[in-house]
Nanobody
Framework: QVQLVESGGGLVQAGGSLRLSCAAS????????MAWYRQAPGKQREFVAR???????VYADSMKGRFTISSDADKNTVYLSITNLKPEDTALYYC?????????WGQGTQVTVSS
C-alpha cells in the first residue's frame, strides 16, 4: 500500500502563489509516476501535471505556464507550485501515484482563491 498526504492548500487572494506538497509513504518502491489532479465544485476531476521517477514532466495544456511540478526523492515528496492564482483555480487538489497496476490517491488539499 501507498499512502499519499497532501498539504499546502489554503485561502489566497488572486495573484498570489502557493506550493502544494504530496508526501508518499508505505510501499513506495516501484512508483513510476506521481501526478496532480484537481476538482472544482460541480466539475469533473481534471489532470494538472505529472512527473516520472526520472524527472520527466507533462502538463495539461491549460496548466502550462503557471503550474510547476517538481519532486524531492530524498523526502518522497512531490510539489505543485502555482503562481498568479485565479479564482478559477479554486478546487480540491489531489495527488496521485501510479505503481502498476495500482493507482493511489490522497485525500486532497483545498485551494480557494478570492477575487
Amino acid at each position: 500500500q501507498v499512502q499519499l498526504v497532501e498539504s499546502g492548500g489554503g485561502l489566497v487572494q488572486a495573484g498570489g502563489s502557493l506550493r502544494l506538497s504530496c508526501a508518499a509513504s508505505g510501499n513506495i518502491f516501484g512508483i513510476y509516476t506521481m501526478a496532480w489532479y484537481r476538482q472544482a465544485p460541480g466539475k469533473q476531476r481534471e489532470f494538472v501535471a505529472r512527473i516520472t521517477n526520472a524527472g520527466s514532466t507533462v502538463y495539461a495544456d491549460s496548466m502550462k505556464g503557471r503550474f510547476t511540478i517538481s519532486s524531492d526523492a530524498d523526502k518522497n515528496t512531490v510539489y505543485l507550485s502555482i503562481t498568479n492564482l485565479k479564482p478559477e483555480d479554486t478546487a480540491l487538489y489531489y495527488c496521485n501515484a501510479v505503481k502498476v497496476p495500482e493507482r493511489y490517491w490522497g485525500q486532497g488539499t483545498q485551494v480557494t482563491v478570492s477575487s
